[in-house]
């Protein structure tokens, strides 16, 4: 299990961030930071943070908890659990943090449910990473009908879709980030949505600052900037049609998605890896349950041409 690529040199492709953002949006979140967030503490729980996201999403303030990225919130929320269910192919970050602190996983590949019966937590994420397939709502309904359910949405703002975070609370928590669409990767900002009951329990076994002044302030600068994420991802969206169509040319198999990446379950999938890595594209090895292949962040057309020009020698 790979969780932390290795990457020397070349394009990025592995980690699905947003390559499309303009330099001018992270001028404006540098221009936001002042001595005030350097000097001092930030709110306890980021309770300033947690009141913006409520309001860009309609939510309720109490049902917002902030962490410093999505991850440290699955650790959080896996560290409430004894039996984690997890819904293949995934994320293997789940996988990990549960066995990392002793937890039973019960594992099922889409679109079982059974053998996930008596788990604590049931963890799905969609849109789902590593194919980019979004979940039929009759299948997250009937994950809602066994327990508790983790959905994460890290990449739901490439979707078009609103998700489900209007309906978290009730057995449904909802885990979102600052890391993908948002393009703030590096400063480690992600929210949870669920329950006020389950918020206080968490925050009973969680340090008050999560966050610090400087990722705060630029994620606070970043909701106000959102029409510059909007537009970076119509445009990725333009890109990944142009991507669809030279892989037809190719014959490059590959599974239609509502990310920012694109999954090509190539029988030859781990020569296509090595044969891109030496062309200087640095893409992600997917070898998990149900899903074998290559997955590819998509960056602008002049980086994705090399790509293509790449998979045109082994196709």
Known sequence: MELIPQQSTGERLFYNENLFLPSEYYEELIRAITQKQIRFYPDPWNSRLASAIAEFLSLEREKVL????????????????????????????????AKSMGKEVRAVRYPEVGGLKGADLIVVNSPNNPT?????????????????????????????EEGYVKRAGDGLIVVRTFSKAWGLAGLRVGYAVMDEGLIRELKARALPYQVSGVSEAMALKALTLHKFVEEAVREMNSVKEWFYGELDRLGVPYLRSWTNFVFLPLNNY?????????????????????ARGIRVTLAPIPVMEGVVRALGEIS
Do not use: C, H, N
């Not at 896996?78 to 192919?89: C, K, L, N, R, S």
């Open 66 to 97: 902030v962490g410093a990225g999505a991850d440290d919130l699955l650790r959080l929320l896996i560290g409430q659990a004894d039996v984690v269910g997890i819904v293949e192919p995934s994320y293997s970050m789940y996988e990990f943090l």
């Open 132 to 160: 980019g397939l979004m979940y039929p709502e009759g299948y997250l309904e009937e994950l809602m009908s066994l327990g508790t359910v983790l959905l994460d949405e890290a990449y739901v703002e490439f979707s078009g």
């Open 270 to 290: 781990r020569d296509a890896w090595r044969l891109l890595k030496e062309r200087g594209y640095q893409v992600r090895l997917v070898e998990r349950p149900g």
